[in-house]
């Protein structure tokens, strides 16, 4: 139902006023202070930079208690790499043709290699505990980070290891997988992309979990505080909108 409304009907994910997105916000900020601080070598560098960051980020002042340790346990880490690694990436972005008209994209945080070519894939979080190594075995974003490199740099998946690194917690959680993993996950990503491109408009439901409540559009949904006649007024009047501005745009501009 979520990929519907957002990837078919375009409907922005507004209709919760409940959602906070301070965890969203703080999150993208310390990955902004980490991508444009990645060659600082002090501390009153990445304050300098975290302190132009502040005001484009939104969120409460409990979440800044964390930052000054993130950034003195980030600049630790940026020595320990310095000493054995280079810096291949950061913020890289990616496209991986898996076929079939399919492609996998994403943005990896950050990516160093050592001195025998192994690589190391970083994702920066900020959530309150570590994932542990059996929930990052199954994590379908690290296991996609290893198979964009594997491609990209055509090296075995014995020289890449996965990590997601947090900061406050001065934690660095970190796997490698074997190609048989890697390819039964990219078998059944293609098999639910093609199960997507089967189905008709009307064959996306809502499947309830842990976390609708936190869902952009749980006050329209069916399953949530919302109902079917909502829903459908919601997105009639939406398209009815996106109509209207066609039609405006094109009086001011016609072609």
């Known amino acids: 139902m979520k990929y519907k409304l957002r990837y078919i009907d375009y409907l922005d994910e507004d209709f919760n006023p409940n959602t906070n997105t301070d965890a969203l916000q703080y999150g993208s900020y310390i990955h902004k202070i980490f991508e444009d601080g990645n060659d600082a070598t002090t501390i009153e560098e990445l304050q300098t930079i975290a302190t132009d960051l502040r005001e484009s980020y939104h969120f409460g002042p409990e979440k800044d208690k964390n930052t000054q340790k993130s950034l003195r346990n980030f600049l630790a880490l940026q020595e320990k790499l310095r000493s054995k690694c280079e810096d291949v990436s950061t913020e890289m972005f ?38 542990s190594k ?106 009815e909108k996106k109509k209207a501005e066609k039609a405006e745009a094109k009086k001011k501009f016609p072609v």
């Open 94 to 131: 990616f496209a991986v043709e898996v076929g079939d008209d399919i492609t996998l994209n994403g943005i990896i945080d950050r990516i160093v290699k050592n001195e025998k070519g192994e690589y190391l894939v970083i994702d920066y979080k900020t959530s309150k505990q570590a994932i």
């Open 134 to 239: 059996m929930d990052m075995f199954k994590d379908p974003q690290m296991i996609i980070y290893a198979f964009a490199i594997h491609k990209m740099f055509n090296v075995p998946y014995s020289k890449i290891r996965v990590a997601h690194y947090y900061p406050h917690l001065d934690k660095l959680v970190d796997m490698s997988y074997t190609s048989g993993h890697i390819n039964i996950h990219i078998k059944k990503a293609l098999k639910k992309v093609w199960d997507i491109r089967k189905r008709k408009k009307d064959d996306f439901f809502a499947e309830p979990n842990r976390y609708c409540r936190w869902c952009g559009y749980y006050d329209i949904c069916p399953k949530g505080n919302g109902s079917e006649q909502l829903l459908q007024e919601t997105v009639m009047e939406h398209k």
